[in-house]
């Protein structure tokens, strides 16, 4: 099992950027996908975006990809989330996961991943 950290959420107004952190601690395994969820009150829980471990490949849902960045720094076990031009609708918890299935990459499905942060909560609002 993994320990996740996620932070860096906070208030922001519209049009404002944020960087979410997502420290990953414990024995990883060889190739693994990490994933940003976020949900709203009242929604389920979606995808913003996931990558590889390798950092090889990413991909982010259609509503961010133009202003939510993915990116791994793969010697400190840490992933961010850089989160531009911020709207209301972007308002939410947000979580970092691990998906450690052998031949996963990048499930849509918040069930596939095993390991799960506490989660940081983002509110954009002016």
């Known amino acids: 099992q993994l320990q996740l950290a996620e932070s860096g959420g906070g208030l922001e107004q519209p049009g404002g950027s944020l960087r979410l952190s997502c420290s990953i601690s414990g024995i990883t395994p060889d190739h693994y996908s990490i994933g940003w969820f976020r949900q709203a009150p009242g929604l389920d829980r979606e995808r913003v975006s996931c990558?590889?471990?390798?950092?090889?490949?990413?991909l982010s849902r259609d509503s961010v990809k133009d202003r939510f960045t993915i990116s791994i720094d793969i010697p400190k076990n840490t992933v961010y989330l850089q989160m531009n031009q911020l709207r209301p609708e972007d308002t939410g918890v947000y979580y970092c996961?691990?998906?450690?299935?052998?031949?996963?990459?990048?499930?849509?499905?918040?069930?596939?991943?095993?390991?799960w942060g506490q989660g940081t909560q983002v509110a954009v609002s002016s």
């Open positions: 990558i590889t471990s390798s950092g090889t490949y990413s």
């Open positions: 996961a691990v998906d450690r299935t052998e031949g996963h990459i990048c499930y849509r499905s918040a069930h596939e991943y095993e390991d």
